[in-house]
């Protein structure tokens, strides 16, 4: 693959970044079970790509973190990244691959397990998780490339939390831009 040497091109390449996904919409009032989905609404990771074609974006890790005031859950989650999803999760419901219309399994790019062991408590209050090594992936590396700049994720609780009603999660991703 050729690519042109522009400013844009020599300045941006190789850099790290973080995109967050903002707090997502959880049940803060009902157990879940193994395999419903953590929240409400699919992940969108916008602008995750530099250019609207030929462009490469590499999944380094992700940072989950869960702030609340009560007791932290520290859930056990597997993270489903597509390319393209019109799955629409609704919060502590089974999850099913089927329940997008146009969504089939080819457009499942990899996925990420977040161990309960894996949090690291912090005097704050509030916990965190950082994976940023690409030993968590399916595999060694996970390299991304669409047409619409975007990252489409979805969590799954492979535990049984309850979370407190001041409870929150981010799914956060640290990117290479290739």
Known sequence: M?????????HVRNIVNII????LEIDTGNAYA??????????????????QTDCYTEILGVRVRETTEGTLQKPAL???????CDIVPTANAAF????????TIDDLQGT??????????????????????????INPLVVYTNTNRAIKAI???????????TGAIQIDLIVRHL
């Open 112 to 137: 990420l397990d977040v161990a309960t062991l894996g949090y690291v408590d912090l005097p704050s209050g509030a916990s965190t998780l950082d994976t940023i090594n690409n030993t968590y992936f």
């Open 20 to 23: 967050e996904s903002g707090n």
């Open 78 to 84: 597997r993270i489903f990244f597509f390319d393209s």
């Open 96 to 103: 099913d691959l089927t329940d997008g219309t146009n969504t």
């Open 2 to 10: 050729e690519r042109n040497n522009t400013l844009r091109d020599i």
């Open 155 to 165: 969590a799954m609780t492979t535990g049984t939390p309850t979370f407190d009603a």
């Open 34 to 51: 193994a395999n419903d989905y953590l929240h409400d609404n699919i992940i969108t990771y916008s602008s995750a790509f530099l250019e």
